[in-house]
């Protein structure tokens, strides 16, 4: 997959089929009590609220459209959305890759402009990149509020999807606040996001860097992953896919464009270099520290290479990705416990949590 491709996030799919009976009657009306087979059957009007809906739709893809664009690197597309009046544009880390320049084309302009990187930061997927000149009229998209984020809340996505420019697909936010693991296979960064939100919304490759927009018109996020079914050869799981909360899009962004780079992850960190521990069943069940950082998170907890961490706050460890995905949601600067075996040892320390 190109490296502008929406990245799969391998999940495996273990419920088991479920079977639905409804009744279909989209479109008809029942008929009154006492009325006869032969009874004629009416149809209501459509309510005022649908035509309501479809035109606030178009009023948003309106608004909005103009600010997201396609990004071409030299072999690979994704998109991006405009940040502000001075060309800046955030996209994914995983779009730019390792390239510093870019074809921007926007959704009201046939020729494509040229653009450099700023900043890229692939441990929260998230780079930005700015214009080399600002034609007239370019209109900065408007970010909203991750707290606002509700379950349920209507969302339309937009990007290049497959390289089809000024796509809009629409679904709901069906969860927030998840924790994912994106692979390192194919371009990835193997970055692991905190907070994200998961949407019905269709994302396919070359929605990374695009928008997810609510019904007001704000960004609430950059589509980044795509869930995928490995009991389906890894084919995409319709209806789940999951974006950057725009809280993390806009403190990453601001110090990118303020200071040329991230200056604060605001990611937790225990401040080692470690691997995944397996059984004799080769089943993951634990972390072993490889290398630990001088006067950081677990050298100042007394951890020291060899040992090997089974907890973490009270949350199994069993893997690498267990582990990030842990601290992904705790904070530099918090309290918290690391249970570990040394030399067959279960210990238990308090450590006070570094940053990345």
Known sequence: MDASRTRALRTVVSAAALMCCAALCAGCTVP???????????????????????SQYLRVIKDVLPSVVQIQ???????????????????NAHVV?????????????????????????????????????????????????????EVGQIVLAMGS??????????????ATGRTVSEGSEGGGTGATIANMVQTSAAINPGNSGGALVNLDGQVIGIPTLAAADPSLGGSAAPGIGFAIPVSMVRTVADQIIRNGKVVDSGRAALG???RTVL??????????V?????????DRAGLRPGDIITELGGRPITSITSLSETLA????????TVRYQRDGTDRTVEVTLGAQ
């Open 329 to 336: 949601a705790d904070r530099p600067g918090q309290r918290t």
């Open 272 to 274: 080692i270099t470690a």
């Open 161 to 174: 999807p497959l390289g089809l420019s000024s796509s809009v697909t629409q679904g709901i936010v069906s």
């Open 73 to 91: 690197a030299s072999q690979d597309l994704g998109s991006g959305v405009v940040y502000d009046d001075k060309g800046h544009i955030v996209t």
């Open 32 to 54: 009154a009590a006492g009325a006869g087979p032969d009874s004629p059957v009416t149809r209501a009007p459509a309510p005022t609220t649908v035509n309501e809906l479809q």
């Open 279 to 288: 059984d004799d069943r080769y089943r993951p069940i634990g972390v072993a």
């Open 97 to 149: 890759g390792s390239e510093k320049t870019f074809a921007v084309t926007l959704a009201n302009r046939q020729e494509p402009l040229t653009a450099r990187l700023v900043y890229s930061y692939p441990e929260q997927d998230l780079a930005v990149i700015r214009l080399d000149k600002v034609p007239p009229g370019l209109r900065p998209a408007v970010f909203g509020n991750s707290e606002k984020v």
């Open 290 to 298: 490889v290398t630990v950082r001088a006067g950081d998170a677990a």
